[in-house]
């Protein structure tokens, strides 16, 4: 395909490769690249006997998260990127980034793979070919993506692709930048190795990129996970849910039901732990696709415990980045709960506690979703699945009760835009400082925020038969400190409730803020809540609110005129109550 070709033979020329290996995605390949990474030392074989197939990549100690102050979208017009973003005119982008590329590949191989987001078969589907020097990249995209000959198929006979330039360069914080070029659908990210950063389906293509085009096409491109309820009857509903990151999106996705839940029949499946893609049907209902082919999960905290389906996906040909080490080589992190001990940390010194965690809090497991034992058949299908709700949520110490449901359409696109969460070490910077998040979406929105929500309220047409919009908080804190939800699989209540308002079913007290669950209209048979903390996840704080909704305001003022006023009046009519 000239377009192609053309392209890789201008990046070669420019990065200058000691080799250009194009990427099919077989078995082989994969064994040959990890033969060569056992070799350099990019990759350790772990216990064969109890995690066979399975890697450890330890990264650059300063390349272990996201970074959101070198993130830019480069659109012609500032405006058209935001507030919301980082911006440089794209000459000037190019510029910065061709420079860094110049003879970056010296002495590497350059691989091109080409790879598609979504099922291969997928009208929702969209494709892109990542050129990298990083073998690491290359194995993470064959699990994360459809990756190979089937993608190279679709790109040859679609003619469009999505464009990502990738180098780890010399891995200096100093020479490192991700910048997005929406309006070429293109992509160019150099001096990082982590996930965020350099497998460019992800985040890049399938939320900034993808976010951009979704707008033009009349689709939307998500930070939601996606996940199917089964009740005893058999039905299944789909909720899709945007928590910002290491905020519970991958253990709502797999979440394993309460004991009494289970015995009577209901079952939870995983769609996706990350991002989703939806546009609406030809019922007026919104489906989606889970773009990606596997899990880029959070390691630390995740146990037979809290998280078992996500637990029995890694038990093989998985690859970990950043965790700790067994003296027999398992991987090991905080929180895995199994009776092990570490000997060595991710850094590939001996574990010393005193010096901190075993694992980096960024840790992660790199697992295609079918290993999954909650994965949904659903996942694979080419039309996506009907959403019946889709919620909003953050981590919130105070404040925000554990649920509650928008009044309608726009008041839920108001509860999304006024998100707010305590950031996490999925970025760096500061943890724990509350920042606005709408939707999940601030580090991710390839575009104007203030458009964002216009194309939001943009669903709600005639004949439209949207989801219904709640919010939920599962990191609300008591006057002790500590979390007042039993959260995990204990959410499952929270998301029944939520099923059995969309049917009509549950009971619910009107406040300002929306209708959160009458007094016993939520199960919480079999979980002890002491009175702070039923009045703390089911109360409504007049007074906290109108100070929250105040600085909600301000917030949507800071985008000035192009925040479309339909959002403004909801907040004022809210402000007033
Ligand atoms: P993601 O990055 O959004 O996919 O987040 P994860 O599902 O990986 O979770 C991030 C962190 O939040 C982990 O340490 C989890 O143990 C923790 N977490 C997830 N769900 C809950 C919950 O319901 N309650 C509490 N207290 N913590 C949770
Ligand atoms: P997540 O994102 O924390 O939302 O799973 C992965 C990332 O930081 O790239
Ligand atoms: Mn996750």
Redesign the pocket.
């Known amino acids: 395909m000239p377009a192609l070709n053309d392209w890789v033979a201008q990046v070669a020329a420019l990065t200058r490769p000691s080799a250009i290996q194009w990427c099919n995605g077989s078995d082989a390949e994969n064994e040959a690249l990890i033969a060569r990474m056992l070799a350099d030392g990019t990759l350790e074989k772990l216990n064969e006997q109890t995690h066979p197939g399975s890697y450890l990549h330890r990264s650059h100690p300063d390349d272990v998260a996201r970074v959101e102050h070198l993130t830019f979208v480069c659109t012609t017009h500032h405006e058209d990127a935001g507030p919301n973003n980082h911006w440089m005119a794209p000459e000037e982008g190019h510029a910065e980034m061709d420079a860094l590329f110049d003879g970056c590949m010296q002495g590497r191989t350059m691989y091109v793979i080409p790879y598609c987001m979504g099922p291969i078969d997928s009208p929702l589907s969209r494709c892109g070919v990542e050129i990298t020097d990083s073998p690491y990249v290359v194995a993470n995209m064959r699990i994360m993506t459809r990756m190979g000959a089937p993608a190279l198929a679709r790109i040859e006979r679609e003619g469009s692709f999505v464009k990502g330039l990738h180098s780890i360069g010399e891995l200096d914080p100093n020479r490192r930048f991700i910048m997005h070029f929406p309006e070429e659908l293109m992509i160019k990210s150099y001096g990082s190795g982590y996930g965020g950063n350099a497998l460019l389906g992800k985040k890049c293509h399938a939320l900034r990129i993808a976010s951009h085009q979704a707008r033009s096409e009349g689709w939307l491109a998500e930070h939601m996970l996606i996940l199917g309820i089964e009740n005893p009857q058999g039905e299944t509903h789909y909720v899709a849910a945007a928590f910002p990151s290491a905020c519970g999106?991958?253990n709502l996705a797999m979440l394993i039901p309460p004991e009494g839940y289970r015995n009577a029949g209901w079952k939870v499946w995983t769609i996706g732990?990350?991002i989703c893609w939806m546009r609406p049907g030809a019922d007026g209902r919104l489906y989606a696709i889970n773009p990606e082919a596997g899990f880029?999960?959070?390691a630390p905290g995740t146990s037979a415990k809290s998280n078992a389906n996500a637990l029995a996906s890694i038990q093989k040909n998985t690859i970990f980045t950043n965790v700790g080490v067994t003296a027999d080589n398992q991987p090991w992190w905080e929180g895995l709960d199994n009776g092990q001990t570490p000997v060595t940390d991710w850094r590939g010194n001996a574990y010393d506690a005193t010096k901190g965690p075993a694992a980096h809090p960024n840790s992660r497991f790199t697992v295609s979703a079918k290993q999954c034992p909650s994965y949904s058949p659903k996942a694979e299908d080419a039309q996506g699945v009907p959403i019946s709700a889709i919620v909003f949520g953050g981590r919130r110490a105070s404040l925000v009760p554990l649920v509650f449901e928008a009044r309608d359409w726009t008041h839920g696109v108001l509860v999304g835009a006024a998100m707010g969460s305590e950031t996490t070490a999925a970025a760096t910077g500061a943890v724990g400082v509350m920042r606005r998040d709408p939707m999940a979406m601030k580090p991710f929105c390839g575009y104007n925020f203030a458009d964002y929500f216009s194309h939001w309220l943009s669903f709600d047409t005639d004949g439209a038969k949207l989801p219904k919009i709640f919010h939920v908080n599962w990191f609300r804190k008591g006057d002790d400190g500590k979390f007042l939800w039993p959260g995990f699989g204990d959410n499952l209540r929270v998301l029944e409730w939520m099923i059995q308002r969309v049917k009509g079913e549950a009971a619910a007290v009107e406040t300002p803020i929306g209708a959160l669950p009458a007094e016993g209209a939520l199960n919480l048979e079999g979980i002890a809540l002491g009175d702070e903390a039923k009045a703390k996840l089911f109360g409504y704080d007049r007074a906290g609110w109108q100070a929250e909704f105040s600085s909600i305001g301000e917030y949507l003022d800071e985008y000035g005129p192009r925040m479309p006023q339909a959002l403004k009046d909801e907040q004022q009519r809210i402000a007033g109550m």
Do not use: E, R, S, Y
């Open positions: 999106k991958t732990d990350d880029f999960g959070v």
